[in-house]
């Protein structure tokens, strides 16, 4: 990304794109930031000669998942909720409640720490109330928080 900010062992190098020149052979930390995005903070070994170097702002890192219990009307199925950057999905034995969706197309995506309650609707499909098997809501909220987290990222506007 044009513009962005580079600091080698915390000394501001400029901005990007660039050449960093008399860079001692070795371990560096590189950092680099952009308005509107997320730093990178990463370890850079540099060898002898010209190197370049590829790093992406947007790129959105998931896999979470969590045992969850899901409530019917009457009675309940066990499963998985899985989520990674291309979506979320429940695995169970019964096909019927089964499914899978866009991170960003969820009309509803929220946990209710003191009902120890995920709520999650797909768009345009039913709502699904997740508890945890040990009816622990910190299992809960953690899985929440790290969704949530990377549906805003993928819904940024560049």
Known sequence: MPGASVFIDRQYVGV??????????????????????????????????PRTLLFRFKEVRLEAAIDVVHKHRFGSCSGRLIATPQ???YDTTDA???FTAPLTGLERFDVDYLAKT????????????????DGNADHLFVFHRDVDAARKKLSEKP
């Open 96 to 98: 019927n409640d089964a």
């Open 87 to 89: 979506g979320i999905r």
């Open 118 to 133: 995920l709520h999650v609707k797909p768009a345009q499909g039913r709502q699904y109330d997740f508890t945890d098997p």
């Open 16 to 49: 990007t794109p660039l050449t960093a020149p008399n860079v001692s052979p070795g371990t560096h930390q590189l950092n680099i930031s952009a308005q509107g995005y997320s730093g990178i903070a990463e370890s850079v070994d540099v060898e002898p000669g």
